[in-house]
């Protein structure tokens, strides 16, 4: 018997693309370099997509953010489905006036009479070594912004299947994709795979902690999850896959069951997305839980770009496990 067929982050995204543009011609994609001739994309995401399905249709931009996320809005409210590329997630800073005060508000100005049904893709996260300008992760400030849906897988299937259902969306969608996470290899999907929007996973099942998370960090919470079950600590990972709006009903239920939360995200720690979501668990689950919720995050500080700095600084296993076990060591109250 064969053994399942596997696909990388890459591929998944890609077949998503492809899927897309094979099945509706007013799916689009454009960004800097994301042709053939350029090799299709920095990350070769796209590679293959503008000999199968044309220029017209795969269009590498000029450098310009603000140029690509213009005609982006102004393709989708014509009744296009348009996938743009951000490089890096940084370089949305040059765009921001395009996302958050036209592709989030034209629904809400137009009286609901204008859908925008874009999605942007961009790619974050620290390790390698790109420095400050090329590493942030940005997820609480569009998180935000009503107006707009936030997502981020944490394996291959789930990249194909969000962006799937992105690109179907009658809403602007932020596709965040973690450059550490490119390599990683799951599962290949059929085709046609979607994973709804605003529905998160259970992970890994468990009774004492929950960890609330999404992306690169999934994993992290996983193999902490592992180390731990052999001290007797049984840990429920909740995958977020949606940051905005965030699952509440799946979260909340996992910490009814625990009684126990730690909300784990490579972003900085403070003013992130994690402080939201602690807020919400205890303004609803305040009389079940049995210590506050814990919060894990990287430093609060740009991210270095010396190999040992950038280390230092982005959060790490040691760190979940010693909020989980704050948690678990905390007395219950009364």
């Known amino acids: 018997m064969n053994a399942p067929a596997k696909i990388n982050f890459i591929q998944g995204l890609h077949q998503a693309l492809d899927e897309a543009m094979g099945a509706d011609e007013n799916v689009i994609a454009l960004g800097e370099d994301i042709g053939d001739e350029q090799g299709g994309g920095i990350f070769k995401i796209t590679k293959g997509l503008s000999a199968k399905y044309g220029r017209n249709r795969v269009r590498s931009t000029p450098i310009s953010e603000q140029a690509i996320i ?33 592709a989030a508000k034209l629904r809400f100005m137009s009286g609901g009479q204008t859908n925008v049904p874009l999605v942007i893709r961009t790619t974050t996260g620290a390790g390698v070594g790109f420095g400050g300008q090329h590493s942030d992760m940005l997820e609480a400030w569009f998180a935000h912004v009503p107006g707009l849906r936030v997502i981020m897988a944490s394996n291959p299937a789930d990249a194909k299947g ?5 690109i179907e969306d009658d809403d602007p969608v932020i596709l965040i994709e973690n450059i550490m996470a490119y390599g990683q290899t799951g599962p290949a999907p059929e085709a046609g795979y979607r994973v709804p929007l605003g529905k998160a996973a259970v992970a890994r099942e468990g009774s004492d902690v929950t960890i ?8 992290d919470a996983l193999a902490v999850a592992e180390a731990m079950a052999g001290d007797g600590v049984s840990i429920e990972v909740i995958d977020l896959r949606t940051i905005a709006p965030f699952d509440e009903a799946t979260v909340f ?35 079940t839980l049995k210590a506050p919720v814990g919060r894990v995050g990287s430093s609060y500080s740009p991210v270095p770009f010396s190999p040992v700095l950038e280390k230092a600084w982005i959060y790490n296993q040691d760190q979940i496990k010693a909020a989980v076990r704050a948690t678990i060591d905390r007395k219950a109250r009364g």
């Open 70 to 102: 213009g005609a982006a809005v102004g393709a989708a409210i014509t009744g296009m489905r348009p996938v743009a590329e951000i490089m890096l997630m940084n370089f949305v800073t040059v765009a921001m006036d395009q996302i958050v005060n036209h």
């Open 162 to 166: 969000l962006l799937a259902s992105a």
């Open 212 to 219: 609330v998370t999404y992306g690169r960090a999934v994993l």
């Open 253 to 287: 239920a996992s910490i009814a069951k625990t009684k126990r939360a730690v909300v784990l995200h490579e972003a900085v720690k403070a003013y992130g997305t994690g402080a939201e979501m602690s807020s919400r668990i205890h303004e609803e689950l305040f009389d």
